[in-house]
């Protein structure tokens, strides 16, 4: 399909530790019913940068012909929604609403909240099933854009790195000690840290999970992802993949963020000062001579996950031969 993308503001009245409600920016990919007349999107990811898309246009008309399966995405530890922009475009083309949640506080947006890692782990999960709940209202809205396009029984929920954990949580529960939401039918964490949960977490997860993981991850050792696969296989289906070679930011757009700054005549020397510091070892590791290759890492993420959410969650077994 041909994509388009909306960035919209959810707020969440019940959590009143922020004042108003906590706030959440809610970057949206859809199938489009055409892009003609319409511009290609820019993701904002500072006041001065942008990012092409690839596939999405702004505001294009919504191919509502159908109900569509829902997505949502997790951002990595003080990340941005915006880390993983070729998958989102990727998963909405292939016929998915597709939701990154800014977790503010724990991303790159600019937030009087402070920086907290424990109220970060408190904040994932009560924000994917917010991103949910918003999605699921304006589908009621017959006034409004999403108007019976989005399917209650088919949402799925991935993540990296951070998000990944939290993906992992919102079906095994004890992550930020939220309770798990039932309404989430897959899960697919990404890079993530499963060793914070529990064997018997792991074993009761009752959805079907697939583990993407890279051999070379430093952050998050693989090793989590194996004792996942061990644990989980009793009550659904389980897949385990590694990409060998690869590094835990293989799995964002890292290349294409850097070169957008070396466009604009930043090196990375210059990179701490306009508050990207953070991307300087990703870049060495992910993008220089001598790494795996990035398009190849993008490649294999996104063959497996339209593989994995086209067979367990919209139901399409011609996808099993990926898988």
């Known amino acids: 399909y041909e994509v388009g993308y909306r960035l919209t503001q959810a707020t969440d009245s019940s959590r009143d530790r922020e004042v108003g409600g906590r706030a959440l920016p809610l ?26 898309a690839s596939l999405a246009y702004l505001d294009a008309p919504l191919l509502d012909d159908r109900r569509w399966p829902l997505l949502v995405f997790s951002h990595g530890f003080d990340g941005t929604p915006l880390q993983s922009t ?16 800014d977790h503010i506080g724990n991303s790159q947006s600019p937030s009087p909240l402070p920086k907290d890692p424990q109220q970060a782990a408190a904040d994932r999960v009560p924000d994917l099933s917010f991103a949910i709940d918003t999605m699921l209202e304006d ?9 019976r396009a989005i399917d209650p029984f088919r949402i799925g929920v991935t993540g990296h790195g951070f998000g990944g954990s939290a993906a ?18 897959v899960i697919l964490p990404v890079a993530g840290d499963m060793e914070v949960f529990s064997d018997v977490a792991h074993s009761l997860v009752p959805v079907p999970l697939l583990l993407l993981g890279a051999s070379l991850d430093s952050t998050v050792p693989i090793a989590g992802n194996a004792r996942a ?16 070679g690869a590094t835990h930011s293989h799995f964002a757009d890292v290349c294409a963020i850097a070169d957008g700054l070396f ?12 508050g990207a510091g953070d991307l300087v070892e990703p870049w060495l590791s992910t993008c220089t001579a001598g790494a795996f290759p990035i398009a190849e890492a993008q490649r294999l993420q996104s063959l497996y996950t339209v593989a994995f959410f086209k067979l367990h969650l919209a139901g399409d077994g011609r996808y099993m031969r990926f898988l």
């Not at 949206?28 to 006041?47: H, N, Q, V």
């Not at 696969?229 to 590694?242: G, I, M, R």
Request: net charge negative; charged share 15%.
């Open 139 to 147: 589908a009621q809205d017959r006034l409004g854009f999403w108007y």
């Open 229 to 244: 696969f061990d644990l989980n296989q009793a009550l659904q289906p389980v897949w385990n993949v590694v990409i060998k």
């Open 168 to 185: 992992m949580g919102i079906a095994a529960g004890s992550f930020g000690e939220a309770p798990a939401d039932p309404r989430v039918k």
């Open 27 to 52: 970057h949206i990919w859809y199938p489009a019913s055409t892009i003609e007349g319409y511009s290609p999107a820019a993701y904002p990811l500072a006041d001065f940068f942008q990012l092409s």
């Open 86 to 101: 070729p998958l989102m475009e990727t998963l909405a083309s292939h016929g998915f609403v597709v939701v990154a949640v």
């Open 263 to 274: 466009a604009l005549g930043l090196e990375p020397a210059d990179w701490p000062g306009i």
